[in-house]
Structures are given as C-alpha cells and as structure tokens.
C-alpha cells in the first residue's frame, strides 16, 4: 500500500502538476480552458482522496496500472509482453546462483583460511564490487566481440520461454545476473556455515564420534540453510533490477528496455507502473520465502502452532 501511495502521488510533483499528460496530448493546443476540459474529461479535477482511492480499487481489483497518454494505451498492456521475459531471465539466473552460491559457501566454510577459500573470497569481493553495467560490457568484449563469438544479445522478437529453445543467446545475460548473485550469496553462506560450525550441538555431534563430512551436511547445512531461504527472497529486488540494467546493455526487449523507454519518453504513468509491477514481485518473492523457510525448518511450525 506504501509503495502504491508512492506511485500514485508522485505524478503531482512533475512540471504542471497531476494534468502534466494533457500538454505531451495537447500539444499546441494546450491552453488553460483545453487543458481544464481535458482534465475534467479524464477525472483530473477530483480530489487527492478520491482518485487515490479509485487507483487503488482498479489495482487491487482489476490490476489496472494506470494509463499512458504517450502511448495512449493502458499500461499493462505496454508491458505485459515484456513481464514473462524478465521474470524468466530472473528465475532462471535464481536457480543457477542458487546451485552455485551454496556448495561454494558450504566448501569455503569447510576449507577456512585455504587458498581455495582466499581465491574465492577474492573473486567474491571483486563481482560484489563491481556495478551490473561493467560486468555485462566486460563480458561482451570477453565473449562477444573476441573468441568464443557468443551473441551479443538474445533474439529479439520471441516469447518468454525462449530462454530454453534459444539458450544460447541467453548465455552472457545469465552470466552477468547469476556471478552478481553468486558472490554475495556465496559469502552469506560461508559466514552461516561458520557460525553454526561452533555451535554446541555441532561440537557435541563431533564428541560422539560424528564425521566431518556428516556433521558439515547434516547438522551445519540444514541450519545454515533457513537464513539462506530467508535472504533469496530478499534479493529478489536486486535481481529484479540488475536484470533492468542487463537487459539495457544486451538489448533485450524486457521491462528494462521498457523502463529505459519509457523514462526516456516522459511517460511517467509506465514507469511507475511498472515500479508498482516490481515491489508486488518482491512481495509475492517474500512470501514463498517464508513459506519455504517453514517447510525446511519444522521448528517454525512448532512454535506457529503453540501459540
């Protein structure tokens, strides 16, 4: 509700003010009596209270994101083809940080203080530093432009699930999202690795004769793996927007491109639809982390149901 209060009320603050959109209509024409008649046609002249609470009927009942008067069209209907795209672009790039961000901790944490652990540790902080922009250009000139000759952007004009019929073109924008995700990622779970690793129960499994490898797996993983549920619902939004920046540098037609476009344009409407579009993802991200953090750690049901 916050972030659709933000979204609602920001169009006041541009140039003119909420009747902004009838001057881009207008044109010309735009004199005070046709920009007040343009406005009171487009219910412009109501009160703050009264279109707010219509916006937010609409978005919560029939999910209608507002209108661009740029494009003279809805706004879903702008970016609904480009939604599924980058939400598969982020999925698939979730999963692979996932397969790898984890084992990677889990070895770091089992070889503290080794080359192994110093060379990933350093990789880690050198992608974690790096913005998304530079990583995407290092990679096209590395991949694209010299040997191996990788595309440089993914095909263009093509449904969502193209990803996995055309996955080589996809190769370099999974790249650069999934090494952002990976260094941090991987240094949360190597720090949670080590701290379960002195806990007591951990010390005591050892006394009884437990093996390394099974108190690592058995005792360190699966309470070391709650927080990591926990924080890839949380970098949902990061992933969200590095995939905005991604899409940008290799020219594939998602809600980055869109959002690129539209602020280019002016049109504000889409851009803050398609801001309200991302903090609804995140949320429903969340969620599922939540309900995933139940299903690995029973002791949340347990005390969930005690009360």
């Known amino acids: 509700m916050i972030v659709m209060l933000f979204t609602f009320s920001l169009p006041y603050f541009q140039t003119h003010g909420i009747v902004a959109p009838a001057y881009t209509v207008l044109g010309t024409k735009a004199t005070p009596y046709n920009v007040a008649v343009w406005a009171k046609e487009h219910g412009m002249d109501a009160t703050y209270f009264h279109r707010f609470w219509t916006y937010a009927t609409q978005v919560l009942f029939h999910f209608n994101l507002g209108r661009s008067y740029k494009e003279n069209s809805s706004v879903w209907g702008i970016i609904s083809l480009y939604v599924p795209r980058t939400i598969w672009l982020a999925a698939v790039s979730l999963v692979l940080t996932t397969i790898i961000a984890i084992p990677l901790g889990i070895y770091q944490a089992s070889r503290r203080n080794t080359v192994g652990d110093y060379t990933a540790t350093g990789v880690a902080f050198v992608l974690y530093a790096m913005p998304n922009f530079l990583l995407a250009m290092l990679l096209l000139d590395a991949f694209s432009f010299h040997f191996p000759h990788l595309p440089n952007s993914p095909p ?71 927080p990591i549920i926990v924080l890839l619902g949380l970098s949902i939004p990061a992933l969200l927007g590095g995939a905005l920046i991604i899409e940008s540098v290799f020219n594939y037609e998602g809600l980055g491109i869109q959002t690129v476009f539209a602020a280019t344009n002016l049109d504000l409407p889409t851009v803050l639809g398609i801001t309200l579009l991302v903090a609804i993802l995140t949320l429903l991200g969340n969620l599922l982390a939540d309900v995933a953090l139940g299903l690995v750690n029973p002791r949340i049901r347990i005390e969930g149901n005690a009360r």
Not at 177 to 197: K, W
């Open 156 to 226: 263009q004009g093509v449904q969502a699930w193209a990803i996995f019929t055309d996955p080589v073109g996809f190769i370099l924008p999974v790249a650069a999202l999934t090494m952002l995700s990976v260094a941090g990622l991987s240094r949360y779970m190597r720090g949670t690795v080590l701290e379960v690793l002195v806990q007591d129960y951990v010390r005591t499994a050892k006394a009884k004769g437990c093996s390394g490898r099974r108190t690592l797996f058995k005792h360190a993983f699966r309470n070391a793996l709650g």
